[in-house]
């Protein structure tokens, strides 16, 4: 799926050495029609654009030229790749133009970006082009993924990283425009800036064989922005995990009394409890403690207890409970919300954010039954 040019399918690449200067030529196959750009970062050649891959995200946050990161398999502590916004090919003023091993992948990302194997690409014949970005418009995110590294982990897929990615702002080029300006996330991806390298956890569900996940990260967490909206539909993945932990559970019980390991009375106690929403959701979090989450849910149990304080609820101080409470709260009685806690259902949606991620990531409801 080439670049297109009046109509040619600019399909092959060569690279010009004007007394040190670097251009890339894409051209068609009869060599009629071309288009030459200048290539501005240090040239280094070593790696061979075949065994690296590209994708395109977005980022409204970390979209600066030195928003550049390492990308790590945090589990296997496996390096999986580079991810760095389109200026930072153009760019000469950022902290990275001497970064040798950056440089190389610069080389592959240019590469990729002209051979655009992911969409096909037509050119407005009417602009003139001298940089990739008057190709790439808006600063793409390029992520470059190592073949080499990603064939170390088991089943690799990226779609199961995407979660993970979503956390500090990255969501995959796609027909959703990215919308998002939230503060919250905002303030969250921006304590990023500065460090080396990104640590990305695997799912431990596929992505893509849920329509809802699927769309959780491809559609509404990059185009819906009201905090109401939002905190509905996370809160809908925990009313998932619920049910997927009740069919687990269920099915264990039935095997105890079947195998006569409980009796009846116990059987229709557990039963009960099962059905309860506030238990469960408990009992996941809870679960999910013992796996450690990778943010302060300190923030979410501060907040959560602010803003029902401030509408005279009681609460306990499990955070199981302390979700299900603000979700009735919310749900049933958002009407009496001021417009000066809009900030703090802010925060607390954000933070759930979080701990909806860190469930998809580390939570598996038979290992929590």
């Not at 995110?141 to 073949?147: E, F, G, R, T």
């Not at 390298?197 to 509404?220: A, C, V």
């Not at 106690?269 to 809870?286: A, D, F």
Request: with cysteine; proline share 2%; net charge negative.
């Amino acid at each position: 799926m080439p670049i297109y040019y009046n109509g040619k399918d600019l399909s092959n690449l060569a690279i010009i050495d004007e007394k040190g200067d670097y251009f890339f030529k894409i051209f068609d196959n009869e060599n009629q029609i071309s288009v030459t750009l200048e290539y501005q970062p240090t040239l280094e050649m070593e790696y061979d654009y075949n065994d690296f891959q590209l994708e395109l995200f977005d980022n409204n946050y970390l979209n600066a030229e030195n928003d550049v990161f390492q990308i790590y398999d945090k589990d296997e502590k496996i390096r999986l790749g580079w991810i760095f916004p389109l200026s930072n090919l153009e760019g000469s003023e950022n902290d990275f133009t001497d970064n040798l091993h950056l440089n190389r992948y610069k080389f592959v990302a240019f590469h990729l970006l002209l051979l655009a194997r992911e969409k096909n690409i037509d050119l407005d014949t009417s602009q003139r082009l001298n940089s990739i970005s008057d190709i790439y418009k808006n600063n793409p995110i390029l992520l470059i993924l190592s073949n080499s590294s990603i064939s170390k982990i088991k089943d690799f897929s990226l779609d199961n990283y995407i979660p993970s990615l979503s956390k500090y702002g990255y969501y995959k080029q796609n027909e959703y425009e990215n919308l998002l300006t939230l503060r919250s996330k905002n303030e969250y991806c921006l304590k990023q800036r500065g460090r080396a390298d990104l640590n990305l956890i695997k799912s431990q569900r596929d992505i893509n064989s849920n329509r809802f996940f699927k769309e959780l990260f491809s559609k509404h967490l990059k185009s819906l922005e009201h905090h109401l909206v939002r905190f509905h539909i996370l809160y809908q993945v925990i009313e998932y995990i619920l049910t997927e932990r009740f069919d687990v559970v269920f099915a264990n019980l039935i095997g105890e009394y079947n195998a006569k390991k409980i009796i009846k009375n116990d059987f229709i106690e557990k039963i009960n409890e099962l059905g309860k929403e506030r238990l469960n959701i408990r009992k996941v979090i809870n679960c999910l403690r013992e796996k450690k989450c990778d943010f302060q849910i300190l923030d979410l149990e501060r907040d959560c207890k602010d803003l029902l304080s401030a509408h005279n609820k009681k609460f306990k101080n499990s955070l199981g409970d302390l979700i299900y409470d603000v979700r009735n709260l919310i749900v049933h009685n958002y009407r009496n919300i001021e417009d000066s806690e809009i900030e703090i259902i802010e925060d607390i949606t954000h933070e759930l954010e979080l701990l909806i991620i860190n469930i998809i990531e580390k939570y598996y409801p038979q290992e929590c039954a």
